[in-house]
């Protein structure tokens, strides 16, 4: 299984493999066409409430903690399980226009979809 995280302001790659958006919003200045998303699971996203807190200084420990209490429930699991069986299939590239990726929901993400 291969997932990796990139930003969406990065050029797409031929080994990017399927194209993910993790962000319930279009990032700006980005094209539809230029972006090359394959797929945007808005449910898979943190929700508005918890994205809120964390940018307004939650701690990233909690911030995972939550982010994972909201993907257990159950449309967020369906979403979840669909992706991680397109990720057994090939490389599955997650895209966030976060300035930190590493420090956000899609490593999250990464991290769960990685799992066994």
Do not use: C, Q
């Amino acid at each position: 299984m291969s997932v990796r995280v990139r930003r969406i302001y990065e050029t797409p790659e031929p080994e990017d493999g399927v194209r993910v958006l993790v962000d319930r919003l279009w990032p700006r200045g980005v094209s539809k066409s230029d972006a090359h998303v394959d797929e945007w699971p808005k449910g898979l996203t943190p929700s508005n409430e918890l994205r809120r807190w964390f940018h307004d200084g939650g701690s990233f420990e909690e911030f995972t903690s939550r982010y994972e209490a909201e993907l257990a429930a159950p449309g967020a699991a369906a979403l979840l399980d669909g992706l991680r069986r397109t990720a057994r299939t090939g490389r599955v590239t997650l895209l966030t226009s976060s300035r930190n990726p590493d420090g956000s929901h899609a490593s999250v993400l990464a991290r769960l979809l990685a799992a066994p």
